[in-house]
C-alpha cells in the first residue's frame, strides 16, 4: 500500500494520508446530495475541525488543488492506473482525486490539444495526460458521475462543488481549453492571479454583438486590401506585408478601444517590419497618401538620410468613440526586437512627466516574431525590468506574430523550448496562445490582455500563430526551405474569405454586402493613389508632441551658476536625517565634499558632478541617471544614496531634497544589462526635450553590450528619423594597467561614427565661437575631459541649447582622487562656460592669448588622462621646450582653437600623444583634421601632425603590470623629445 502512495505526487500522497480516520458511517462518499456537500463545506469553511478528516481532506483540494499553481507537470509522475487494486472508500476516494488532477491537466496541459495551427501541420490529437487511461479509467465510466470542486467551466458562476458526469467535465474542460485558444497560466506563483485569469478563461459566454463582428469584417477588409492594393501597384517592392496574420489589424484595435475604456491616454507601440505598414495605416491611420509616396519615392521623413519606409514611425492623437488617445508606433532598425527597451523606457518617461505613479495613463505594447522573441537575448533583458522598482511600466503586452519561421528556419531549429513564447513565463506572464484564422478568438484574447493588464499591472503575451503568405519579403521564394508548409498556404484560404463566408452563413451579412464593402475601400484607394500630389506632409508626425515648439529664448553663452546657489547646494546634497548612520568613512567623503565647495577650491569629479546635477534639478530641470551601481558609482566616488547601517533597506538620496518646487531626481542602479537598459534610457530621453537623461557603464568597455543601440539609434537616430535626444553616455576610460576589458571604452567606435566632413573646415567656426552650430549640424559629441569645472559644464552645456544631440564622455577612473584634477569654484560661477580645448597652462612657457613663443619645438597635442602623465614627466625631466593643449571636446573637431593655439608656436611640430594603441583611440580621426586645422594656420600649412603612442594591437591594453609601465615609458619619451 504505502510503495503505490509513493508513487503519486505529492498532491495526491497528502490527501490519501487523511484516510486513517474513516469510518464507515461518516465517510467521503456518503456525501451523494450536492446540497449536503455544500453545507457541510460552508461548515469546513467556519471551522475545519467540524467537518470529519476525509472531507476536510477533499476540501482542501479545492482551495489547494484545482485552484493551486501547477508548477510540475503531471508527464513527470506515474499514471494513476499505478493504483489498481485499492477497493472501497480508497478506491472512491482515489476516483474522485484522479479526475480533480485530470480537471488540473486540462488546465495546465490543455494548450498542447488546441486548435493552433491554422495549417494543420502541428496538430497533436491526443495527449497522455489528458485520456482516460492514464487515470485508470475506461469508456464505460464516462457516465458516472463525481462531485468537483465548481470551476466556471463546470459549473458557471456555481460556487463550492457540482456533481458532473465525467464525460460532461471532459467536454466542459475541452471546450474551455482545448478550443481555437491555447491558455498557459498555472505556472503563475500567485493563487490570486490564477484564480482571476480561470475566471475569465473558462467563462464560455464570450461572443460578439452583430454589431462587434460587423466591425471586425471591415477590419479585416481595411487590412487585406491594404495588401493587396500594395501588392498590385507595387509588385517590384518589398513591403513586409501581413497576409497570412490579417487578424492582428482587427484584434489591435479591439485592444486600444478597450484599454481605453479603462483609462489608457497614450500607447507607445514597438514592433519590427512584418506587417508594419499596416498597423501604421489602419491602427495609427497615417494617411495612404503618404504610404504611396514613400513607395514612389517622393518623400522622405526629413531633412536627413531617411530610412526605408518599413522603419519610420508616427504619432498620432486618435479618437477612440470620443475619446482621444495618443498613439505612437516608434521608428526601429532592421536589428528584431531592438526597440523594445527603447518603447520600455518612453512610456516610463511618459509616467514620470504625467505623475502617473499608479501606470495606467501611458501602455507600452510590443510586436514580435516568433524567431526573433525566442532567438534575441535583447527580449529576456527587456523583460528583465518589468518588476524592477525604476524601470518597471505597469504592464507591457506582448503581441507574437507567429508565422511560424523565421526567414528561412523552422521552430524546431530555431529554438530550444515548445513555444517561443517560453522566455515569458520566467515573469510569470500569461500566455494566449490563438489561432489567427479565429477573429472572434483573436479579439477575446486581446480584449483578456488588456484587462489583465490595467487589473493587475503585469505582462501579458499573446501568440498570434498564423502564418505568412509570402517569403520573408515579396521578393523571397520560400519555397526553396518550407516546400510543404507553402504548398498548404497556396491552397489555404484567406482570414477574410473564412470569416466572411461565417457571416454570411449566420446570417449577418450578403455577398453582396461584402462586395460592396470591398469594392467601396478599393475606391478609397485607388483615390488616394490618384490625388497623393495634392497632399501634403506634416513632418510634425515623427516627432513626440512634447517635443513641439519647445525651444527657448533666453538662453546665453555661459552655463557657470550663481555661487550662493552652488554652496547651499553643496550643504544640502551632503546632509542627512539626524537619526540617520551614515558609514563613517562615508561621513568624511561628505565633509571634504561639502567643505571644497565652500571654500571654493580642489572640487573633484564627483563634486563636479554633483553641482552639476543639483543646479538642473534647482531649475527644475528633470535628471536621471541609471546603469549598474551608479548609486555609490564603480570606484565609491558618488555616493547619492546613503544607506542606514543600522536599520535595513533606509535609505536616502540628499539631491532630492534641495529645495521645495526643485525636479525630480532618480538614480538607481539596474541590473546586469547595458543593452536593454541604455536602449531603455534612449527611449526615455525621446519623450521630452527639458530633461538630462544620462546612462553610465560599469566600465566604458562594456558599451560593446548595447553597440546596436548605439550604433542603429544613437549615432543615427535622428538622421534616420527625426527624433533628438539628449541622452549622455558615461564612459570610464583610462590606461591604468588594469588590464584588456578594463581600459578602454573603445572611442575609436564612437569617433568614427561621427558624422562630421574629416577635410571639412565649417564655416560656422568663424563667426560662432562657441562651436554650437557647428555640433547642431553633426549627430553627436564625443568629449573626453581633464577638470572637474568642463566635466560640470559639459553636462549643462546639454540642456543650455535649442537643439538635443547625445553626448558621449569618456570619464575618468584615477583622475577622480588625483590631487591635480581638481577644479575652483569659480570656474563654475558667472560668466564661464566649457572649454572645448585648454591651452598650456605653464606661464614661462606660454603667456596666454595674443604672445608667441619661438622657443617652443613641439605642441603636443592630447585628451584626457594622458595629459597628466605628460605634465608629471615633462616636470620631473625640466622640459621647457615642449606645450600641451588639451582637447577636451573631440568630436566634433574644434578646427578653430587647435590651429589658433599652433600658431603661438611658429617653430614647433605638431603631435598627437595618446595612451591607446595606435590603431584606436582618437588618433585616426584626429590625424586628418589637425592637417585639416593646420591647413587655415599661418606658420602650419601643409604639416603633418607625428604620433606618441603605444603600437598596434589587437588587444585594447596588456595584462602585465610591468609591461603597461614600460609603454607609458616609452610613449611619453617619444612625446617629449
Excluded at 641 to 667: F, S
Aim: proline share 4%.
Amino acid at each position: 500500500m504505502w510503495r503505490q502512495l509513493r508513487q503519486l505526487p505529492q498532491l495526491s500522497r497528502r490527501l490519501l494520508h487523511t484516510r486513517r480516520g474513516l469510518r464507515s458511517d461518516q465517510t467521503f462518499v456518503t456525501g451523494t446530495s450536492s446540497a449536503y456537500i455544500e453545507s457541510l463545506y460552508e461548515q469546513w469553511k467556519a471551522d475545519p475541525k467540524s467537518v470529519h478528516g476525509s472531507w476536510a481532506a477533499f476540501f482542501n483540494l479545492d482551495d489547494n488543488g484545482a485552484s493551486e499553481p501547477y508548477v510540475r507537470p503531471s508527464t513527470l509522475g506515474a499514471p494513476l492506473s499505478a493504483l489498481q487494486g485499492l477497493s472501497g472508500v480508497d478506491q472512491v476516494l482515489q476516483e474522485h482525486v484522479r479526475v480533480n488532477r485530470l480537471i488540473r491537466n486540462f488546465q495546465t496541459r490543455g494548450h498542447r490539444l488546441a486548435n493552433l495551427d491554422p495549417l494543420g501541420i502541428d496538430v497533436r490529437s491526443s495527449l497522455p495526460e489528458l485520456s482516460l487511461d492514464f487515470y485508470g479509467f475506461i469508456d464505460s465510466d464516462l457516465d458516472r458521475t463525481f462531485t468537483v470542486p465548481a470551476t466556471p467551466a463546470l459549473a458557471g458562476r456555481s460556487t463550492g462543488f457540482v456533481t458532473l458526469t465525467l464525460r460532461e467535465i471532459i467536454e466542459r474542460m475541452k471546450a474551455a481549453y482545448c478550443g481555437n485558444i491555447g491558455w498557459e497560466y498555472m505556472f503563475i506563483q500567485d493563487k490570486a492571479l490564477c484564480s482571476w485569469l480561470r475566471e475569465h478563461i473558462e467563462d464560455l459566454s464570450f461572443s460578439l454583438t452583430p454589431e462587434e463582428k460587423r466591425v471586425v469584417l471591415a477590419d479585416l477588409i481595411q487590412a487585406e486590401s491594404f495588401e493587396s492594393t500594395l501588392n498590385l501597384k507595387f509588385q517590384t517592392d518589398k513591403r513586409f506585408g501581413l497576409e497570412g496574420a490579417e487578424s492582428l489589424i482587427p484584434g489591435l484595435k479591439a485592444l486600444i478601444r478597450k484599454t481605453s475604456e479603462l483609462g489608457t491616454e497614450s500607447v507607445i507601440i514597438g514592433m519590427a517590419h512584418r506587417g508594419r505598414l499596416n498597423v501604421l495605416h489602419n491602427v495609427i491611420y497615417k494617411r495612404m497618401e503618404v504610404i504611396f509616396k514613400e513607395f514612389k519615392g517622393i518623400v522622405g521623413t526629413h531633412d536627413g538620410s531617411g530610412d526605408v519606409k518599413y522603419h519610420v514611425g508616427m504619432n498620432n492623437n486618435i479618437n477612440i468613440d470620443g475619446r482621444s488617445l495618443y498613439a505612437s508606433l516608434m521608428a526601429n532598425p532592421s536589428h528584431l526586437e531592438a526597440v523594445n527597451p527603447v518603447v520600455l523606457g518612453r512610456v516610463r518617461a511618459m509616467q514620470t512627466f504625467a505623475a502617473d505613479e499608479d501606470r495606467k495613463k501611458v501602455l507600452g505594447l510590443l510586436v514580435h516574431g516568433d524567431g526573433a522573441l525566442a532567438g534575441q537575448g535583447v527580449c529576456f533583458e527587456s523583460m528583465g525590468m518589468t518588476a524592477l522598482r525604476d524601470f518597471c511600466t505597469g504592464g507591457t503586452i506582448h503581441v507574437v506574430i507567429n508565422n511560424q519561421v523565421a526567414f528561412t528556419t523552422d521552430p524546431r531549429h530555431s529554438r530550444s523550448s515548445d513555444y517561443c513564447t517560453d522566455i515569458a513565463k520566467f515573469v510569470e506572464a500569461p500566455i494566449f496562445h490563438v489561432n489567427a484564422d479565429k477573429p472572434v478568438d483573436v479579439i477575446r484574447c486581446f480584449k483578456l490582455a488588456a484587462a489583465w493588464q490595467k487589473e493587475h499591472g503585469r505582462d501579458v503575451v499573446i501568440d498570434l500563430v498564423g502564418y505568412r503568405r509570402n517569403g520573408h519579403n515579396e521578393m523571397d521564394q520560400p519555397r526553396y526551405t518550407q516546400p510543404i508548409m507553402y504548398s498548404r498556404i497556396a491552397k489555404h484560404p484567406k482570414i477574410l474569405t473564412l470569416y466572411r463566408k461565417a457571416l454570411e452563413k449566420e446570417g449577418l451579412v450578403t455577398e453582396d454586402e461584402v462586395e460592396n464593402m470591398v469594392n467601396q475601400r478599393q475606391e478609397e484607394l485607388n483615390k488616394a493613389f490618384e490625388n497623393l500630389d495634392n497632399h501634403e506632409i506634416d513632418r510634425s508626425e515623427y516627432l513626440p508632441l512634447t517635443w513641439k515648439n519647445w525651444t527657448r529664448d533666453d538662453l546665453t553663452p555661459y552655463t557657470g551658476v550663481s555661487e550662493d546657489i552652488l554652496k547651499e547646494i553643496a550643504v544640502k546634497g551632503c546632509e542627512y536625517p539626524s537619526d540617520f548612520t551614515v558609514l563613517s568613512t562615508l561621513k568624511g567623503i561628505l565633509s571634504r565634499r561639502q567643505d571644497s565647495v565652500l571654500k571654493g577650491e580642489g572640487i573633484d569629479w564627483a563634486t563636479a558632478e554633483m553641482l552639476a546635477f543639483g543646479s538642473l534639478l534647482w531649475e527644475q530641470i528633470h535628471v536621471r541617471l541609471s546603469g549598474q551601481d551608479v548609486e555609490r558609482g564603480t570606484f565609491s566616488q558618488r555616493h547619492h544614496v546613503l544607506h542606514d547601517q543600522e536599520v535595513y533597506m533606509r535609505r536616502h538620496t540628499p539631491l532630492t531634497a534641495l529645495r521645495e518646487g526643485q525636479a525630480q531626481y532618480t538614480v538607481c542602479n539596474s541590473h546586469l544589462s547595458e543593452f536593454a537598459v541604455l536602449g531603455f534610457e534612449l527611449g526615455y530621453s525621446l519623450q521630452a526635450p527639458n530633461q538630462l537623461v544620462l546612462w553610465e557603464a560599469q566600465f566604458g568597455d562594456f558599451a560593446n553590450g548595447a553597440s546596436i543601440i548605439i550604433d542603429n539609434f544613437l549615432a543615427s537616430g535622428e538622421v534616420k528619423w527625426g527624433p533628438q535626444t539628449g541622452l549622455v553616455v558615461l564612459l570610464p576610460h583610462g590606461y591604468e594597467g588594469m588590464g584588456p576589458e578594463h581600459s578602454s571604452c573603445r572611442l575609436e567606435r564612437f569617433l568614427q561614427l561621427s558624422g562630421d566632413d574629416e577635410q571639412d573646415y565649417p564655416e560656422s567656426l568663424l563667426h560662432d565661437p562657441t562651436g554650437e552650430l557647428q555640433i547642431k549640424n553633426t549627430n553627436w559629441q564625443v568629449a573626453n575631459c581633464t577638470t572637474p569645472a568642463n566635466y560640470f559644464h559639459v553636462l549643462r552645456r546639454q540642456l543650455n541649447r535649442n537643439f538635443r544631440k547625445p553626448l558621449v564622455i569618456a570619464t575618468p577612473k584615477s583622475l577622480l582622487r588625483l590631487k591635480e584634477a581638481t577644479s575652483t569654484l569659480a570656474e563654475m560661477t558667472g560668466q564661464t562656460a566649457f572649454q572645448r580645448v585648454l591651452g598650456e597652462t605653464d606661464r614661462s612657457l606660454w603667456a596666454g592669448e595674443g604672445s608667441q613663443n619661438p622657443d617652443i619645438k613641439r605642441v603636443v597635442f592630447c585628451s584626457g588622462k594622458v595629459y597628466y602623465e605628460l605634465a608629471e614627466a615633462r616636470s620631473k625631466e625640466e622640459v621647457k621646450d615642449v606645450v600641451f593643449c588639451r582637447v577636451e571636446q573631440i568630436s566634433p573637431f574644434p578646427f578653430d582653437l587647435v590651429h589658433k593655439f599652433a600658431d603661438h608656436f611658429p617653430n614647433a611640430e605638431i603631435t598627437w600623444c595618446q595612451e591607446e594603441p595606435k590603431n584606436m583611440g582618437a588618433w585616426s580621426y584626429v590625424r586628418p583634421r589637425l592637417e585639416t586645422a593646420l591647413s587655415k594656420s599661418e606658420h602650419h600649412a601643409g604639416k603633418r601632425p607625428r604620433y606618441a603612442g603605444r603600437a598596434p594591437s589587437a588587444a585594447t591594453a596588456t595584462g602585465d603590470k610591468n609591461t603597461h609601465k614600460r609603454e607609458i615609458a616609452a610613449f611619453l619619451r617619444a612625446a617629449l623629445h
